[in-house]
């Protein structure tokens, strides 16, 4: 497998670096500089405020299980390590074509590309300069999966569940100022892009700025573990949650397949769950430009100058037009130049007056190269039009309050439902401080089962010029062997962002233990989570290529709310991407992702 | 405007040729080699078979008109050169965006690319090597006006009105082998490829083979005269009619559009007329196929293996998904390889029972490279597969059969209704021998009304190896004035295909008059034909282009009919196609074309 996927990296993408599936990792790399596959700027597989750690190279040992019951912890959270019952392995049966005739699976390649082109699942092409400018040229067929992956409708029901229950919890989380601010005071320190975010969110507290109608389009990620048969949240995105468009159109692309092949394959096409996604999002905009009540107000999309994925972004912003809603898109740059705030409050951006912000850009440290960027942020956040997200929202999806979420006693501040409250916690993956002796006792004797990571936040774009000659560097000399063990520890450090991971677990947590030292309060212990492989045909650039691969599925979720009423809160269509899981010696899994549907077993 | 365009052609499209409009002409390049435009491998801009030489330079005179009156004449035909009654001017006010906002036409013109990616009016990029063999890869929008032209609706009317007619004639056309060969007797001595269709006739006539059920998807292609103001044909294709599928959607683009932005331009979406022609010609297949009465028999596409056009014919099978048929792609080589007869007169290509053979190559010597594919076709015409076109229908839209049908009573033959003979009658352009010597004193006169032409036929792909070291050659003549008068004669003769247009015609016809020899016989006289121009906005490769342009009507017709029952007879949808009409001063004009819709009038 391995061996496998090396092969496909040197003969068919020799240009394009592995990367790991661990945010940590992709933090390390400026959004800019991201050369492996440009439609990946969404928040979730890159994003650098990831919440949990996970990691896709099956490690086979047989017996092996996280520890059943874990204590609470002082910077830990509770949660039972239990086993859900009646739960079907999760394997992928119908991904293997292999018995099926490979006419008809050339056939079925053909057939999918053909239908791809003809119904906008596009993408620009990072070998085309005005791809990602320009509509309409330099276009090729999104990644995708030839066929959807099978998943257990308990955990798909389950996950379609938390969606209004994480949106509820986003909004309750956004308006308690002060637990965002003290939450995040220890990362302002040592993360300058969130500190930015922090600023800007003070200065709202201090003016007191009221948002009284607030949407959120999220989308929740989720992993099912193989250990713990547990369906254990990735991350929750607030802020420019991609492929609502694309996504809608690949589940589509695959009933339309199985309608002509299902028959074949011994697959029914009814089995994909339907995905409203782009349609639920565009009402929402839609109902949120309504409550704003300003007839000739724009909905305006902050876009990247540079967008390779921009008509996932067009095809959501194209239904705005079946509700009359004009659309304008700016960058952040311009909307510095052109915005302007009229005393009370309306945002007006080229002389257009602006209801919903919608935000596809502003979640990276890459968006904001100068303080233009910031200024047009602050500027948007001051106003009175709607923010998706306003700076409350976006900071409630950051990692470090997600953590601070895990802790004990933290949802029950914001949730009242006590069903609702053990739902969400049970998506909640393992994480620990270091002083606890017991389950550091338990990670020396077992480290592949955890991940360490370090408590304070990456440093953005600046970590990788700082991280790119280190890797050169070290790789020349964990070649010649100089200095053995504190370069192989510091050379993985940096392959794999901050997270440390199997032996070197066990390692740190030794020297830390017997150094002694304060040190230990910098890192954390998570839960790995090993998400199970299946075999998967993944389409990109034209080719097919055939390989065990790892799914994330994603829910997404509209909410708005116009003062105390509660005008949408639902659960709108679903994400699943795939991801070849091959990995190196090195501990981290490399490959690339493609857009993928469910088929509900 | 000759400025404007070579600027264009200078800073946009330096390693585009220029090309001219003439039919000719585009017989000296081979499909293969042809570099400006990959998309215009249609059989109507380029066909070498041609019937008409239209020429879009406007060249302003007043008080000038074609002779009211032109009697009957040897190798001529009648008609009389009415003028249309109750004509508006052919002129296409809505073009004109200039009073328009310009922020507003940019956003017409973002949006209408981002429409096109998201609906699957592209193409393949010729920029990109494997765009033309594997759908997905390398797509760009296809060229397209920004908006319909305005068109009169009578003169649409009158169009649609003759598509069941020339269905019906080329029906009765191809019954009449004899008629085919006869006519193109002459053709066969000087044109290889006419030839070798010609053979594979006269076998078909010696076996007596008998097509049952007959399919026609045609083509009509009709110009404004702006001198005549009548709707004449430029040609009728028979084979391979390109864009029913690209040309529905550019349709629905416009009326995307309009419904937009209609009220600010002060158009109504509803008068771009419905084009259904996708629709239709995927109805009138999947009849054919129900008519061949066999269930598990296929529709094969005969496809060139390089076609970036893939799209159009995607739309057009992607359709045939709806009908339950199933549809394979096959180039003539491959059907050589994989293609077998069986006793019954079933053809097999790959093990598959083949029921409707629909071509979209096989129209140009330059799809024949070799044995095989002439192969290929002699055994898909002896099969009893249903040939969209057959052999005898391919030849039936030749421009040689077209002349001939232009004879008088000739058409008589073949038409019983006398108002459909006249209405056929009445869109033939003008055509005379040059043994009359009043129409050749009138064109020593007025040489600018007049288009030469010899009477055989061109020498395909071969001529290109020719004319470039002689238009090279002559080019540097040209400059250093060598021997002036002979030069400028020959260098014309080879840029225009073998066309003589302009001052060019009386030098001709006088040296002719003069030497008295034979040669007149080698040459016909053709109406010129003086499409209305008016300003367009032509969007090529995300760019868009503002100038002067011609435009031209192709009507589509489907014909089905098993035995003695007509099981269908109709215009199907329209494509309007336009083109820069700039010129240069060699008297050959160039430019590139777009797909176009009508905004009726």
């Known amino acids: ?25 992709c933090k390390t790399k400026s959004k800019s500089n991201f050369p492996f596959n440009p439609i990946y700027k969404d928040r979730s597989f890159n994003n650098p405020l990831r919440r949990i750690a996970y990691f896709p190279q099956p490690i086979r040992f047989s017996g092996c299980e996280l520890p059943s019951k874990v204590g609470t912890l002082k910077c830990g959270k509770v949660r039972e390590m239990e086993s859900q019952e009646g739960v079907a392995a999760i394997t ?61 409708e308990s955990y798909y029901s ?55 109608i607030r949407l959120g389009l999220h989308r929740s990620d989720y992993m099912l573990d193989e250990h713990t048969k547990l369906l254990l949240q990735i991350e929750l995105n607030t802020i420019s949650c991609s492929f609502p468009g694309l996504g809608t159109i690949v ?7 199985l309608i002509h092949y299902g028959e074949h394959l011994g697959l029914d096409s009814k089995k994909i769950p339907g995905n409203s996604s782009v349609s639920r999002f565009a009402e929402a905009m839609a109902k949120a430009w309504t409550e704003y009540n300003n007839p000739r107000a724009v909905v305006m999309v902050v876009a990247q100058s540079e967008e390779r994925n921009m008509y996932d972004q067009h095809w959501l912003c194209s239904l705005n037009n079946t509700y009359n809603v004009t659309t304008i898109r700016k960058s952040l740059a311009e909307i510095d130049m052109q915005g302007e ?7 007006l951006v080229g002389g257009q007056a602006v209801s919903v912000v919608y935000f596809r850009a502003g979640y990276a440290p890459s968006d904001y190269p100068s303080e233009s960027e910031w ?9 009175s039009a709607i923010k998706c997200p306003s700076i409350s929202y976006h900071l409630a999806g950051t990692k470090k309050i997600q953590q601070e979420l895990a802790k004990p006693n933290v949802l029950e501040r914001f949730l009242d439902n006590k069903e609702d409250i053990a739902k969400v916690r049970k998506c909640f993956a ?53 200095w053995e063990h504190c370069f192989r520890t510091r050379f993985r450090y940096f392959i794999s962002g901050n997270n440390i991971y199997g032996e070197d677990v066990r390692e740190t947590l030794l020297r830390l233990k017997k ?33 065990q691969a790892i799914s994330e599925l994603g829910i997404y979720g509209a909410y708005l709310r116009s003062k105390d009423k509660v005008i949408m809160n639902e659960q709108c269509g679903y994400l699943m991407r795939t991801k070849i899981s091959s990995s190196n010696e090195g501990g981290v899994a490399a490959g690339f992702a493609v857009l993928d549907s469910i088929y509900l077993t």
Chains 1, 2 share one sequence.
């Open 341 to 347: 705030l009229l005393p009370d409050g309306t945002l």
């Open 92 to 152: 992928n049966p119908m991904r293997d074509l292999e018995t099926v005739d490979e006419d008809l699976v050339q056939q079925m390649i053909y057939d999918a590309l053909v239908w791809s082109s003809l119904h906008g699942l596009v993408v620009g092409d990072k070998n085309v300069q005005r791809s990602g400018r320009t509509p309409g040229v330099g276009m090729v067929h999104a990644p995708f999966a030839l066929l959807p992956l099978s998943f257990p």
């Open 515 to 547: 150094e002694g030292s304060e040190e230990d309060a910098a890192y954390i212990l998570m839960q790995r989570i090993f998400p199970s492989e299946s075999l998967a045909y993944l389409m990109r650039d034209g080719v097919c290529h055939k390989d």
């Open 251 to 257: 589940s589509e692309l695959h009933r339309s397949l």
């Open 430 to 482: 393992g994480l620990w401080s270091l002083d606890d002796a017991e389950i550091v006792s338990k990670a020396i004797e077992r480290p592949e089962l955890y991940v360490m990571k370090p408590q304070r936040e990456g440093g953005g774009p600046i970590f990788l010029i700082f991280t790119l000659p280190f890797f050169l560097l070290f790789t020349i000399i964990y070649i010649i062997h100089w």
């Open 375 to 383: 200024s047009a942020r602050l500027l948007m956040e001051q106003s």
């Open 158 to 212: 389950q996950a379609c569940e938390l969606a209004p229950i994480f949106n509820e919890l986003v909004d309750r989380v956004s308006l308690d100022g002060n637990f965002l601010q003290d939450s995040l005071t220890r990362t302002k320190k040592v993360d300058a892009f969130t500190s930015r975010l922090l600023d800007i969110h003070s200065k709202m507290l201090e003016i007191n700025k009221k948002e009284d």
């Open 1 to 25: 497998m391995g061996a496998g996927y090396s092969s496909l990296c040197l003969s068919t993408f020799t240009h394009h670096h592995s990367f790991p599936l661990t945010a940590f990792h």
